[in-house]
């Protein structure tokens, strides 16, 4: 069976500090692969896409960034956080070809 | 307008109720569609999947409308359990099979 984790769970940044938050798929292989954020009360945004190691699509421009390293993993990055950045961050997996998604538990990331 | 619009609730009811969310969307070239379950502070859920006119999984019923862009959610015989945020989803198509979420009902089943 397929399994996704993200970490870490909960993250507390002061504004300009760096980011890095990084899910992992375990039990499928060549994934696409999703970013999304879910600020307080709002719906969930498509940040960055991915269907394959080092593609990495843009959806929102922001100081945010990501990449593939591997074909199960995605990393979600920043060099200076931001407030507005504060949110809780969803991966998610699908397989190629298919628009089913799962997500991971997510990272709940509050910048002061 | 939204691609996804749902009413954000939040629906109270007593248990055992039927209930109906509905969700509209704007893009017609949506070929496929989701309802997801978000409970607070969670990732989604994926409850079920809609590609043709409905599908039925035990207590719950989805209907898609395309005609007139449109997809419901019925849950009959509500349980407590049932209690949490419905989100609409549409297959906005292109590269990477995008999803386009609606920002959710919330539904509260009470005793």
């Known amino acids: 069976s397929q399994t996704i984790h993200q970490w870490p769970a909960t993250l507390v940044q002061p504004v300009g500090s760096p980011l890095s938050l990084e899910c992992t798929v375990e039990g499928t292989s060549n994934p696409n692969l999703y970013w999304y954020r879910q600020a307080a009360g709002r719906g969930l945004q498509l940040l960055f896409y991915s269907v394959g190691i080092g593609q990495i699509s843009s959806e929102v421009p922001q100081n945010l960034s990501a990449s593939r390293p591997q074909d199960r993993q995605f990393i979600l990055s920043s060099k200076k956080l931001l407030l507005s950045d504060s949110g809780f961050y969803l991966c998610?997996?699908?397989?190629?070809?298919?628009?089913?998604?799962?997500f991971g538990p997510g990272t709940r990331l509050t910048v002061l | 307008r939204k691609e996804v619009e749902q009413d954000p609730g939040p629906f109270n009811v007593p248990e055992g109720a039927t209930v109906a969310f509905n969700c509209t969307y704007s893009?017609?070239?949506?070929?496929?569609f989701f309802w997801y379950r978000q409970d607070c502070r969670k990732e989604p859920k994926l409850l079920m999947s809609v590609y043709s006119s409905g599908n039925e999984d035990g207590r719950f019923t989805a209907q898609l409308n395309r005609a007139s862009q449109y997809i419901s959610l019925l849950i009959r015989d509500s349980k407590l359990s049932d209690s949490a945020t419905y989100l609409c989803?549409?297959?906005?198509?292109?590269?990477?099979?995008?999803?386009?979420f609606g920002t959710g009902t919330q539904l509260k089943v009470e005793l």
């Open positions: 893009n017609s070239a949506s070929q496929s």
């Open positions: 989803v549409a297959n906005t198509g292109g590269g990477g099979n995008k999803l386009t």
């Open positions: 998610a997996w699908a397989r190629v070809g298919t628009d089913t998604q799962y």
